[in-house]
Every structure is written in C-alpha cells, then in structure tokens.
C-alpha cells in the first residue's frame, strides 16, 4: 500500500504537459513531437544498460548538423551543463566571469559554484548589452558572457557588434556566446557561428534542446568552439552522463525539422501578438526575439500586477518581469492582467 501511495505521490509531482499559467521558465508549451515521443518509447526497454561512458554518437550526431568537426562539441545537462564544464576546464578559484545585468539566473549561481568574482554590467534602458563596458571589464577577466538573444530582455545585438566586441576581448579570455534562443531569431539576426569559431579561437557558442525543442525535461545541452579549445573542454566531459534517450530523442528531433520550424514560427507569431496587444495598453516592452516578451522595471510594479491572478512570471530586482511566450489562452491572461491593472 504504501508503495503504491508512493507511485501515486510521484505521479502528481508530475508537471502538466500543457499548462496556460506556467509562464515562468520559457519552456515549449507543447508536448514533444509525435516523433520524438515514438522514439522515447523504443528506449525504454534499454534503460537497464548504460549510456555511452562519453557520448561520441551524440557529438557526431550535432557535429555533422553544425557542419562541424566532433572534437569542436561538447555535451551538457542543458545549456547549464555545458556552461559548468567550460568554467570547470578554463577558470581557477578567484578568477573574474564578467555578465551583463540582469542575466540569465544559471550564471551568478555558477559562477559561486566555481568560486569565481563575478562582475555585472548593467544591460542599458532598452535591454541591450554594453558591449564596450563588458569588453573594458573583459580586460582583467577568464570568462565573459554574451546571451544572443539575452536573457531576459530577448534583444539581439547587431552581428557588426558582436565581431567588433570579439576583437576587443582578449584571446586568452572565453567568451561563453549564450544562444539558448537562437532557433526563435529570423535569419537575418543570425551569426555564421561556424565562421565565428574559426576566426576566435577563444568563442564557446553554447545552444540547448530545452527551448526550441521542448525536450527541457531530458536535459541536453551542446557548446561547439574551436578545436583546440573543444580538446580542452571534452576533458571536463561527465561519463556516462548523457542519457540514452537524449540520443534518440535529438536525432527524432533533426529528422522533424520541417514541424519543429512550424512550432517555432507560431511562438514567435504568437510572441509579437503579445506584445502588439501589451504595448496597445501602453506596456513597454523590450525588443524581444525570443518564447518570451520582457516589461521592464518603471512606474509600474509588474510583480504585484500577476500576484493573486495565478501566472507564474519570472520576477527581477527593481520590479520587471519576464514572460514566457504559450498558447492563446496565456496571451489572453497576460492580457487580462495587464488591462486590469493599467485601468
């Protein structure tokens, strides 16, 4: 009996798959793909052996996707994963990680997991990076990190700009280039992260499956840089830690493209649904190009906006909230919310 109350407790534990109000995390609001799920299936009856003790299928998997060489990519748990093994090869206890101001929640808490100093550079009034004060404090740092598209702002800096800031920074620093969200930019935002690679030596361009792909929940993450530098961060590679479903599921992924882009281009409609509607109500809204529109702090408490009306949003200090792009029925709530409270 008590066995079974255990199942059933874990069982409810369980997230719902589709869920208007859980706007906090920018998760795929959808359920994976039907082929990603088939292929989940077929693993199950494998789960009593081990994975790879490194995962070579999976770097030549995403490897030849990128066009890549596998001793450029690196495999994570998630983006995170990823950005703990390049702290882990490349920096010492009290070195400095420079990033912007608000970032990404991942990186002040890794950066005190590898006891590192770090230094933020506040975003400016638009929610876009300082990239000549973050490569004047890249001169005395290990680390630097550039989201493209950030995270929470979802601005995008000009390709001009990042390249120009690349020659600023120092070869011997890392520059963690975070595209976490890169699947959401149109094609004339995106950088050649190939050629990035090959003209700085010292880029690590860190992507995920937890986004785009809606595959959070089984945690894959890939860097690739350049191959002297992918040979020193494949020594910080976990064994056997990456899933035997992780395979599967990527590589169902990638023959699913056409429906992936299909999924990706009705968050992005339904991304500036929202903030056409929000900025209608007289709501300012960062430039977002990502599964997620930013209000930032002003003379509006947007906290206290969603307290009691059952949407989970992700607050930052001094009062702007991120939102995650779902379905109609959560632009509708947003909306709601929003309306209410600007009278």
């Not at 407790?9 to 719902?16: G, M, N, Q, S, W």
């Not at 990706?264 to 430039?287: C, H, P």
């Amino acid at each position: 009996m008590a066995s079974r109350d255990t199942l059933a407790e874990a069982v409810t534990a369980l997230p719902r798959a589709v869920d208007p109000m859980a706007l906090s995390l920018n998760e795929f609001p959808f359920p994976p793909l039907p082929a990603v799920r088939t292929a989940l299936a077929a693993s199950l009856d494998c789960l009593n052996r081990y994975p790879e003790f490194l995962p070579h299928r999976l770097r030549s998997l995403i490897a030849g996707r990128l066009g890549a060489d596998p001793e450029q990519v690196v495999i994570g748990a998630g983006a995170t994963g990823v950005l703990m093994q390049v702290l882990g090869a490349v920096t010492s206890p009290g070195d400095t990680i420079v990033m912007s101001s608000p970032t990404f929640d991942g990186y002040p808490i890794l950066a005190d997991m590898a006891r590192l100093r770090p230094v933020a550079v506040p975003l400016d009034a638009h929610g876009h990076h300082d990239l000549d004060a973050m490569a004047d404090a890249a001169a005395q740092a290990r680390v630097v990190v550039v989201c493209r598209p950030h995270n929470p702002t979802g601005t995008v800096e000009s390709v001009a700009d990042v390249e120009r800031f690349l020659t600023r920074v120092g070869r011997d620093t890392v520059v963690l280039l975070d595209e976490a969200y890169v699947e959401f930019l149109a094609p004339e935002y995106r950088i050649d992260a190939n050629a990035l690679v090959r003209r700085f030596g010292n880029v690590v361009v860190v992507r995920t499956f937890s986004k785009a792909y809606g595959l959070a929940g089984l945690r894959v993450g890939y860097g690739f840089c350049a191959p002297a530098l992918g040979r020193t961060l494949w020594t910080m590679q976990l064994p056997f830690g990456t899933s035997l479903a992780a395979l599967v599921a990527v590589a169902a992924s990638f023959d699913a493209d056409s429906q992936l882009r299909q999924r990706v281009r009705s968050i992005s409609a339904e991304r500036r649904r929202l903030q056409m509607r929000l900025r209608a109500l007289g709501a300012y809204t960062t430039d977002a190009h990502a599964n997620f529109v930013y209000l930032p702090s002003g003379v509006t408490s947007w906290p206290e906006v969603f307290d009691g009306t059952g949407l989970q949003v992700r607050h930052y200090a001094g009062g702007g909230v991120r939102i995650t792009v779902g379905s109609r029925a959560s632009t509708r709530a947003v909306v709601h919310a929003v309306a209410a409270a600007m009278g």
